[in-house]
């Protein structure tokens, strides 16, 4: 891994300061280092690149934010697996799972070959408007079609693999992978899936009625749903930071993306630990 990339938060002064002591750190160890055109000039590089084109080069993309900020990364992760280390400057950190003060030891451990990579799956998609597609998107955590904040219940019409599902009368439903079933979907109700299954989630967001619940479809399934719902304020939301306007007979489709997220895991750092100290889960 002679390459390194670093994704730096923006507006955040502490990871600018980390970024710093991190670049001097690899440089010392024979790396070279490869950081956003955003950011070249605080870092003291001589030229920077774009988010797409730092997954392209590097060897190692080490990302210095939150969960948001590796999300961003992440949704560009193609054929080629970049393994991605986040340290946590955010809140939660569910998926920056090592803190600051780990982060040189955590960098020691991912040079020496002694780190886990968990291999993440990713959902692929497309909005139809028209028989026409108007955009295409990759997710980690989820697709979410949410109504707008003053509009009523909407309808969306649910096919799996061409067969009609429901449809479901809610405010609206999210799309999740086993990495999102931590996220947006928890909090609409939605099971904990171990990372490593290979599923897809569906979740309605306040249902209608209580016979819409959440439901658990294999990987390679595809999902298609249909807006219908004329007059309405509807956006997709694309883990949770990009937002598709969409209007009465969208489609949507979803389906398992070939490319995968590899985040790396220190020694110590388990999914169950994750799921104690960042969700208290088990505490009364």
């Known amino acids: 891994m002679r390459r390194v990339g670093l994704v730096v938060k923006r507006g955040e002064p502490a990871a600018v300061e980390l970024a710093r002591s991190l670049v001097s750190y690899l440089l010392a160890r024979g790396c070279e280092i490869r950081v956003e055109r955003e950011m070249a000039g605080a870092l003291g590089c001589e030229e920077g690149l774009t988010r797409a084109e730092l997954m392209r080069e590097a060897d190692l993309v080490v990302v210095l934010g939150g969960d948001g900020t590796l999300l961003s990364v992440a949704r560009l992760a193609s054929e080629r697996e970049v393994p991605i280390l986040g340290v946590n400057l955010g809140g939660l950190g569910f998926l920056t799972a090592v803190q600051t003060t780990e982060a040189t030891s955590a960098l020691d451990a991912v040079l020496a070959g002694t780190f886990t990579v968990d291999h993440r799956r990713t959902l692929q998609g497309r909005v139809v408007r028209a028989e026409r597609k108007v955009r295409a998107f990759q997710v980690l955590n989820e697709a979410a079609i949410n109504k707008g904040v003053l509009a009523r219940i909407i309808d969306l019409e649910t096919w799996v693999d061409g067969e009609y599902l429901c449809t479901y009368k809610a405010d609206g439903l999210i799309v999740s992978t086993p ?106």
Not at 183 to 210: D, F, K
Not at 258 to 274: D, E, Q
Request: proline share 9%; hydrophobic share 40%.
């Open 179 to 284: 990495t999102g079933s931590t996220a947006y979907s928890l909090s609409a109700g939605g099971p904990i899936v171990g990372p490593g299954m290979g599923v897809i989630l569906l979740s309605p967001i306040c249902p209608h009625t209580l016979t819409f619940r959440p439901m658990v479809l294999p990987s390679a399934s595809r999902v298609k749903v249909v807006l219908r719902c004329s007059d309405e304020d509807v956006v997709l939301t694309l883990d949770g930071q990009e937002a598709v306007p969409l209007t009465d007979n969208d489609v949507v489709e979803i389906e398992a993306s070939p490319n995968r997220v590899a985040l790396l895991r220190p020694p110590g750092h388990s999914f169950f630990s994750l799921l104690r100290t960042k969700l208290r889960w088990g505490e009364r």
